[in-house]
């Protein structure tokens, strides 16, 4: 079973002035891939955000998924801290992410997020909206599992 972290960069949410919808329907659909074994919400600081994936990068953490940050406002640096922390870029799930919100929203193509591999850890950003997590999510579930198999080293493919 997967470990996972769910990071939520929120002014509002990290003051306790906004719920953390994103972050709870992340949880709630996530019991399918893995064990959600910690949540945090914290402000729109860069440092912050990159120290917190790291902590859980160095705890051997699977999977961490981010919400919110990821679009053009001047404190939305989640891709930043991501970017500290990766130690590759998976830059094809950034990308079907986008293809997917623009099928929604043309507002797709201005998301920053980035995927990104780190040690044996598997980061994705996604937006802050409740309704775009909805919506990304079933782009992603088919290659969560294969994906951290890889990271994890298990190459070996079945004849």
């Known amino acids: 079973m997967w470990t996972i972290a769910i990071l939520t960069s929120s002014d509002q949410g990290a003051t306790g002035k906004r719920a953390d919808e994103s972050g709870a329907i992340l949880a709630t659909h996530l019991e399918q891939v893995g064990k959600v074994v910690e949540r945090k919400i914290l402000p729109d600081e860069e440092e912050l955000l990159a120290q917190q994936m790291q902590k859980w990068i160095d705890q051997g953490i699977d999977l ?3 919400t919110g940050g ?8 989640t891709p930043e801290a991501t970017r500290r922390v990766i130690d590759r870029d998976i830059s094809g ?3 079907a992410l986008r293809q997917e919100s623009m099928r929604h929203t043309p507002m797709g193509m201005l998301s920053r997020g ?3 591999q780190a040690k044996t ?11 775009a997590i909805e919506e990304l999510l079933p782009v992603i579930f ?13 190459t070996t493919h079945e004849k």
């Open 121 to 131: 850890t598997l980061i994705i950003n996604l937006p802050g909206s409740p309704r």
């Open 64 to 66: 961490i998924l981010t």
């Open 114 to 116: 980035i995927a990104g």
């Open 93 to 95: 799930i950034a990308e």
């Open 70 to 77: 990821t679009g053009l406002g001047p404190r939305d640096v």
């Open 142 to 154: 088919p290659v969560l599992d294969h994906a951290m198999h890889l990271i994890h080293g298990q």
